[in-house]
């Protein structure tokens, strides 16, 4: 590399090469001082549960942990929005001296009075690790009176990476699971695992499955509802989108009830269509394949003469990409490429060795691969390697304007649904608006560029 990395860094980043696959040093705490763009464990588990719309979210904490994450995703709701509203227990030194179990209780008893959700979820954050409450215990005394699963989620901050969240996460659903009645699911049905609703995304993929013949039992957890992630065991398929948070659900439902799963992506038009046709063939029903096939069809006709217009537009450009996880990294990688745009910087918060192999074999040589970066990797990365465009989150906006360099957020606060055909148009839209934009030419760093390239 061209330029300085943390000494405890220089394994979790890496230059791709057709010649050799390096196994990065990933899936590991963050080295100290290197001011993580990753989330908290806590994070990762408020992150995956947040979409329940109609269970209620109580952070155990002081009041920092539940300002944090709330509002976390834009997961949209078509019912209640009981997932919006940020409860913390809001411990203060009190608690941390005498214990927070009482004030935990009595919080618990009065939200649940008040708000009537159908499940309630009680998130531990590092005090309470720290200082020890027995969350399991008071969580069981109140189900035991109020009648509804309130379930504790264990994930304190220092626990681990955001990974451990996203386990602690899918430890509590595995609690509801099973407890439902799954009288009337169709024998064409799945359970969506890993899509949050962000934008309404849940809904477009919910409308393919349906025009298919395919019943969704459940979608875990955009748009959530707590009664049919109790009947979810009643699927014959569970279709993983974000492998990285929901695989270890998806393997206990598997040993547990005999679900087999697939991991799909409905990012870009191949994945997605490649999803349903993968679902499609899993239903065993020529009848279900033929529906697959004609709206697949029907979808790319519609959107393909848009995105080769807005490939002239993007044809040369290149792209830089810091998601949550791997998965979506495969996804992005394939749409730019369809779009004429190069992948030169790609990296994951939370990707594992097996998950770096398989970015390092869609990449093009020579991008930098980077696990678990910070904000000034980040900005040298984008300049040694030209970005025009930069696919990440909140935390990632800021580096790009600062330089200079174009745009797009996929993360979980977008407002604009880029899942699905549809989506797969409106994210090639958004990078052509970004990329192209005028505005970028008058910025120091490519003024010069410019100004030289005349002459100047
Ligand atoms: S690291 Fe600990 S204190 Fe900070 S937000 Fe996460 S759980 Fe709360």
Known sequence: ???????????????????????????????????????????????VLYPIADALHLVHGPVGCAAYTWDIRGALSSGPELHR????????EREVVFGGEQRLEASLRRLIAQHVPRAAFVYGTCIVGVIGDDVPAVCKRVEVDVGIPVIPVLAEGFRGTKRDGYNAACGALLALIGTGDTAGVTPHSINLLGDFNVAGESWIIRKYFEEMGIEV???????GRVDEIRRAHGARLNVVQCAGSMTPLAKAMQERYGIPFIRVSFFGIEDTADALYRTAERMDSPEVMGRARALVSREISRVLPDLRACKQHLAGKRAGLYVGGAFKAFSLVRALRQLGVSVVLAGTQTGSREEYEELQAVCDENTVIVDDTNPLEL???????????????????????????GFCDHNHERKIALAGFEG?????????????????????????????????
Do not use: H
């Open 379 to 405: 900005a040298s990365f984008l300049v040694e390697q030209d970005v025009d465009v930069f696919i990440g989150g909140v935390k990632e906006r800021p580096i790009a304007y600062k330089l200079g360099i």
């Open 424 to 456: 797969a148009l409106a994210f090639a839209r958004e990078v052509r608006a970004t990329a192209t934009s005028p505005i970028w030419n008058l910025m120091p760093r490519r003024r010069r560029t410019v100004t030289t390239a005349m002459g100047d």
């Open 85 to 92: 509203i940020s409860c913390s227990t809001d411990m203060r």
């Open 1 to 47: 590399m061209s330029f300085d990395l943390l000494k405890e860094r220089r394994a979790q980043v890496v230059r791709n090469s057709r010649d050799a696959v390096v196994a990065l040093d990933c899936n590991k705490a963050s080295a100290a001082g290197s001011v993580s763009q990753r989330a908290c464990t806590f994070c990762g588990s408020r992150v």
């Open 217 to 223: 039992v459940s979608v875990l957890t955009g748009d």
